[in-house]
Structure formats: structure tokens, C-alpha cells
């Protein structure tokens, strides 16, 4: 099994800053695309950016030029810098990561979700 662990989550005023981060573990033979999704009340759950094994990534329209997103290959871990947060940012934020086994296979897998609220 894999498992996704989110940190970093919290309460902010709006105009500040805070950092994800989600470390993968487990038995697979790497990690390929690892992302960040949000989904605030009565929405749907939507892609706020993600980054390949690369060095390339894309990001929502919203939150291009505030938020980065980078990883550390070596720990199976990705990181979202997320600056100049505006209270349209609330919401449960989601690591997202497609693994590889041995096998070949490929296969989702999904945090639990960290909460970030952004307050006027």
C-alpha cells in the first residue's frame, strides 16, 4: 500500500503565506506525477498544481504567479508554496501522487486532506 501524509495546513490572514508538504511511502518502484487538488464546500474538487518526475508542472489559472509547486525525488516528497493567500484559497487541500509499482502498474493514491483557511 501507499501512503500520503499532508502537513502544513492552517489558518492565515489573507496576504500571507503558507508551505504543503506530502510525503509518499511504501513498496513501489517510484513516484511519477505528484499534485495538489482542493475542493471547498459545494464544489468539486479541482487541480491546483502538479509537477512529473521532471521538472514540469502546471498550475490552475488562479493560482499562477502565487503558488509554487516543487519536489524532492530523493524523499518521495512534494511541496506547495503558497504566498499571497486570498480567502478564494479555503479549502481542504489534497496530495495527489500516481505510483509505479514493480509490476509496472500504475496506480492513484490520495491523501487525507489538510485544511487551509484564508481570513480577511
Known amino acids: 500500500q501507499v501512503q500520503l501524509v499532508e502537513s502544513g495546513g492552517g489558518l492565515v490572514q489573507a496576504g500571507g503565506s503558507l508551505r504543503l508538504s506530502c510525503v509518499a511511502s511504501?513498496?513501489?518502484?517510484?513516484?511519477?506525477?505528484m499534485g495538489w487538488y482542493r475542493q471547498a464546500p459545494g464544489t468539486q474538487r479541482e487541480l491546483v498544481a502538479a509537477?512529473?518526475?521532471?521538472?514540469?508542472?502546471n498550475y490552475a489559472d488562479s493560482v499562477k504567479g502565487r503558488f509554487t509547486i516543487s519536489r524532492d525525488n530523493a524523499k518521495n516528497t512534494v511541496y506547495l508554496q503558497m504566498n499571497s493567500l486570498k480567502p478564494e484559497d479555503t479549502a481542504v487541500y489534497y496530495c495527489n501522487a500516481e505510483v509505479m509499482w514493480w509490476s509496472s502498474r500504475v496506480e492513484e493514491y490520495w491523501g487525507q486532506g489538510t485544511q487551509v483557511t484564508v481570513s480577511l
Open positions: 509537477a512529473t518526475g521532471g521538472d514540469r508542472t
Open positions: 511504501g513498496s513501489f518502484f517510484r513516484v511519477n506525477t
